[in-house]
């Protein structure tokens, strides 16, 4: 490992050290079982706090890269070749509620201000029509979101903003021939597949075992696009772990797949760092990355988005350039400064902290 841990970085010692760690494990270095050196000589050989070996340690287990064992440490619970599922265990629907003010609703005199701000310091702008992949001002704040929080780092044009995940689901089969075979969690948002059945492409369902799609199905699966929801699934409230991460990647390695993650909801995390995203950890460029802003905005905005691979981008312009944006200027513009001035990741970070102590 190498100890370049330093308070010159932009990023925390903890998340240095972090990264430092998951990448020797998924790198071999520390092999599945192997026991990590105990937090007081980690702290010492990288010359850091016994406080921040900690919080690094609790955000590999967080994320399924080791395990903590009473009285014993942690243990390296992450393998590559990590083969076989066990799927005895009941899988617990979770709760998915419709749009509600609640206390963890973002803030409606917030909203309010912003929406008043927007009409006066663009006035007839808003009734522009927006560009077809969506307003420059959202689409630059978006990646600029992406980069700081979850390590996806994109091109403007590379980001596409629709009205709602299914619209964009339906743009994504636009992109393939009509017999591209699509495989899907199973049981899955039914929506997804209602969508993907409506638009002419068959759909294979995958079992899902307890940390993600059983292996057995997904090595025998003839399926060209994977969609999955890593962070929770629904409704089965499943939620990948590194190692099904990391073997998802591998199967789209394969032949010419891709995948398509769904992150929806993710952004509510109680880990102290959001999960890493398969876009930020797969180096072949084959993952379209989505979310909405229908949980953390509101649902009523309809307001989703997609990041293509960038071997994908010109097969968009040239295929499916000509849609319009189905979002409105003026919706796109309250959102974009939502983000600009802090707003939106001042609100998803009070939430955070809410749920974190509420599940302590």
């Not at 599945?32 to 702290?43: D, E, I, N, Q, T």
């Not at 190692?243 to 789209?252: C, F, G, L, N, T």
Request: charged share 30%.
């Amino acid at each position: 490992m190498k100890k370049s841990i330093t308070n010159n970085n932009s990023n925390p010692l903890y998340i240095q050290l972090y990264d430092h760690l998951k990448n020797d494990i998924v790198n071999g270095i520390y092999p599945y079982g192997h026991r990590l050196p105990s937090k007081r000589v980690m702290a010492e050989e990288m010359k850091v706090s016994i406080i921040t070996v900690k919080h690094a340690y609790e955000l590999l287990c967080d994320e399924g890269y080791v395990e903590s064992r009473e009285r014993s440490g942690y243990f390296v619970s992450f393998r590559e070749d990590d083969g076989f599922v066990r799927s005895e265990k009941e899988m617990l629907p979770y709760a998915h509620q419709g749009f509600m003010m609640t206390e963890l609703s973002f803030p409606f005199s917030v909203l309010a201000k912003t929406m008043r701000r927007i009409l006066t310091d663009y006035e007839e702008q808003v009734f522009e029509k927006s560009p077809n992949k969506g307003c420059v001002e959202l689409r630059d704040e978006i990646r600029k979101y992406l980069g700081r929080n979850r390590s996806v780092y994109a091109d403007i044009e590379q980001i596409i903003v629709g009205s709602g995940a299914e619209y964009l689901y339906n743009l994504i089969v636009g992109l393939f021939e009509n017999d591209t075979v699509f495989a899907l969690e199973d049981p899955s948002y039914e929506k997804i597949e209602r969508v993907y059945k409506a638009a002419g492409v068959y759909v294979e369902k995958l079992p899902l075992g307890e940390s993600g799609i059983e292996s057995d199905a997904l090595t025998s699966t003839n399926a060209d696009i994977l969609h999955v929801s890593p962070y929770r699934s629904f409704p089965s409230g499943i939620t990948a772990t590194a190692s099904k991460k990391h073997e998802y990647i591998r199967w789209a390695k394969q032949a010419d797949r891709y995948i398509i993650e769904d992150d929806f909801e993710s952004e509510f995390s109680v880990s102290r760092k959001p999960e890493d995203t398969m876009f930020a950890l797969s180096d072949h460029d084959n993952v379209i990355y989505m979310n909405t802003f229908s949980k953390t905005i509101s649902g009523s905005l309809r307001v989703g988005y997609m990041v293509l691979p960038k071997q994908l981008v010109q097969r968009f312009d040239d295929k499916l350039g000509f849609y319009s944006c189905t979002v409105p200027t003026y919706e796109q513009l309250l959102i974009a400064e939502l983000i600009r001035n802090g707003d939106f990741e001042r609100h998803i970070n009070r939430v955070r902290r809410k749920k974190r102590r509420e599940s302590r």
